[in-house]
């Protein structure tokens, strides 16, 4: 038996006036997935527990059968881990972004522009967190380490965790004057933010960028702190050889801290232009060749909710649809369970993750689990509910309660 997750980020959504009044789960052209919500157990999920902040890496803890409360010391540790950043007991792991902030003369007027800083390429980006570090590399509080694309690590060592440090995400279009870091050592990351800008502002990577008539990667934004993370091993808790596919660090480190099998797709981005077809191709050849679970991450439709951008979320499901679910169902050489779910909700009109339920299909293709209910966000409040990620691992995988 195999058990596969295709985890849709952020796909969940509301109606939206320019998709006929639809959500983008309910426009979308994705004929695999109406044929499988025939035969497939349909409900919502609570992926976030009460309390905890709705980001990736404590749904995506849940989803994969980590109970976040336990398991979780922070986002960007396990993104530290994924890249082979060895921490220590007293480090603390930052995420760093490269963002477009807009030029007014007076720092703390600046707008956040862009999260991602234009979706900087990896190569581009290689080229400006070089230039940070040569710039500090007198500094021993702290050590840069390049990333993908707009997402680095920054470690400070002998750091503290009574610091506030706000996602870059969540304040698109707003002044950041009242999201700079609070707290203990607040000025000293002010000030390595506010030099960061300085050096990159000019840099000939941005230049170039600006004449292309893109956003400029232009200022290192700090967040996601925590301290270093302690996974058991996936096969020691559920008895499964598994195997992780994303172009996420942070899903990436996840995977390699459970002790899976992290498989890298050339072109994989994290984005709609991410390679799709060859994200589906080595999940069938991975489960086909031994593994018996695999955690397929879609980064695309967060990406786009984030920004925005209706068409690009609707297109990146049925990208999805065509070369990840087809692929799967199409191909794959034994009986397995599909589960379908986003992580959390990105709706379109705020760009920001929420914590409320979201919709999961999960098919068998032994049996017939229909219940005459479509896979949406409004269909899925006729199905069952689950109150924990957790609960629904355990389903996935038929675990006994």
């Not at 008539?213 to 232009?218: D, L, M, S, V």
């Not at 068409?311 to 050489?333: H, M, P």
Request: aromatic share 8%; glycine share 8%; proline share 5%.
């Amino acid at each position: 038996m195999k058990y596969i997750v295709v985890l849709i980020d952020g796909a969940a959504d509301d109606r939206i006036e320019e998709l006929e009044n639809k959500t983008p789960l309910m426009f979308a052209n994705m004929p695999t997935v109406r044929k499988l919500e025939k035969k497939s157990e349909i409900g919502l999920v609570k992926t976030v527990p009460d309390g905890l902040y709705p980001g990736s890496d404590i749904a995506n803890l849940s989803v994969m059968g980590y109970d976040p409360k336990k398991y979780h010391t922070g986002r960007s540790p396990l993104e530290a881990l994924s890249i082979g950043v060895e921490m220590k007991e007293d480090d603390i792991a930052i995420r760093m972004n490269l963002v477009t902030l807009s030029d007014d003369e007076i720092f703390n007027e600046k707008i956040m522009i862009d999260y991602s800083g234009g979706e900087v390429s990896t190569e581009e980006s290689e080229e400006l967190v070089e230039a940070l570090i040569n710039a500090f590399k007198e500094e021993k509080d702290y050590t840069i380490y390049h990333g993908i694309s707009y997402r680095h690590v920054f470690i400070w060592h002998e750091g503290s965790l009574k610091i506030t440090l706000i996602p870059p995400h969540n304040i698109t279009g707003e002044k950041i004057a009242a999201y700079l870091p609070e707290g203990r050592n607040s000025e000293f990351f002010i000030n390595f933010i506010k030099k960061g800008y300085e050096i990159l502002r000019d840099h000939p990577v941005n230049q170039k960028r600006i004449s292309e008539g893109k956003n400029p990667a232009n200022c290192p934004w700090l967040w996601g702190e925590g301290k270093k993370p302690l996974l058991d091993k996936f096969e020691d808790l559920y008895g499964l050889k598994g195997g992780v596919i994303s172009a996420v660090d942070l899903i990436r480190g996840i995977g390699k801290g459970a002790g899976m099998e992290v498989i890298i797709v050339p072109g994989a981005t994290g984005t709609i232009h991410t390679n799709f077809k060859g994200k589906g191709e080595a999940a069938v050849l991975a489960l086909n060749s031994g593994l018996d679970y695999m955690y397929i991450h879609l980064e695309a439709p967060d990406e786009c909710g984030h920004q925005g951008d209706i068409e690009g979320k609707v297109r990146a499901l049925e990208l999805i649809d065509e070369f990840i679910i087809s692929k799967l169902v199409s191909d794959i050489k034994a009986d397995y369970r599909l589960l379908v779910v986003p992580d959390h909700r990105t709706p379109l009109k705020t760009g920001k993750h929420d914590s409320l339920p979201v919709p999961y299909m999960l098919y068998d293709s032994r049996k017939d689990l229909g219940m005459g209910i479509s896979y949406n966000e409004e269909d899925a409040l006729k199905g069952n509910y689950l109150d924990t990620a957790i609960k629904l691992h355990d389903l996935l995988i038929e675990k006994k309660a």
